[in-house]
């Protein structure tokens, strides 16, 4: 099945900074989704993004299906921001989770 | 207006009991699924049904049998529950396999 990696594992940013969280993925997808999970444990759906760029607010993310990556952008990021990110690869109808960013903004 | 929606939220049982997680979506989709997430936050699919119909199976134990009475509703069940069962579970739907997907809140399980 499709691999997927996310990087980096953890990030810890001040409050009002810019970061990127990257996702690679071993095949080719029928869609690739970034998902948000807060503190309360609840999955959001944030991109579905099999190709091309999107934008929501201070979030976008941007996937390069021939190079096998997508990355996540967040701006100006909020104590509201923290969780956990993953990235999900769809293929066959089947899919294959990353292992998740763990964001902390601190104040 | 919940559009996916599982019960119980928490589940705290005895080894080797059987229990069940509903779930029901409001949002017309075709394609409902099982996920689990272990203590490390790990999500795992374990099923996809279409329409009713079961179309991803991936190497759950046969202890785990989900079912679909109508599009709006994937329940699973679990027999003879072990100490490794202890996970959340999530309900997702999506309008088909390729379309973004919808979590329900998750489904906490303590096996004691």
């Known amino acids: 099945g499709i691999q997927v990696e996310q990087s980096p594992p953890d990030l810890i940013l001040q409050e009002g900074a810019n970061s990127t969280l990257r996702c690679n993925f071993s095949?080719?997808?029928?869609?690739l989704q970034w998902f948000h999970q807060n503190p309360w444990g609840q999955l959001i759906n944030l991109f579905y993004i099999p190709s091309g760029t999107k934008q929501n607010g201070r979030l976008s993310a941007t996937t390069v299906a021939t190079e096998r990556y997508s990355l996540l952008y967040i701006s100006s990021s909020q104590t509201t921001d923290s969780g956990v990110y993953f990235c999900a690869a769809f293929n066959a109808g089947k899919s294959t989770f990353g292992d998740g960013t763990t964001l902390t903004v601190k104040p | 207006d919940t559009a996916v929606s599982q019960t119980p939220k928490y589940l705290v049982t005895q080894m080797g009991n059987d229990k069940s997680i509903k779930c029901e979506q409001n949002?017309?989709?075709?394609?409902m699924y099982w996920y689990k997430q272990d203590s490390k936050k790990f999500l795992k699919i374990m099923f996809s049904?279409?329409?009713?119909?079961?179309?991803i199976n991936e190497t759950v134990p046969n202890r785990f049998s989900p079912k679909s009475p109508d599009k709006a509703h994937l329940n699973l069940h679990i027999n003879s529950l072990e100490l490794g069962d202890s996970a959340v579970y999530f309900c997702?739907?999506?309008?088909?396999?390729?379309?973004?997907?919808?979590f329900g809140d998750g489904t906490r399980l303590s096996i004691l």
């Open positions: 997702a739907s999506s309008q088909d396999v390729t379309q973004p997907q919808h």
């Open positions: 949002l017309g989709h075709d394609t």
């Open positions: 095949d080719s997808v029928n869609n």
């Open positions: 049904y279409n329409n009713k119909e079961l179309i």
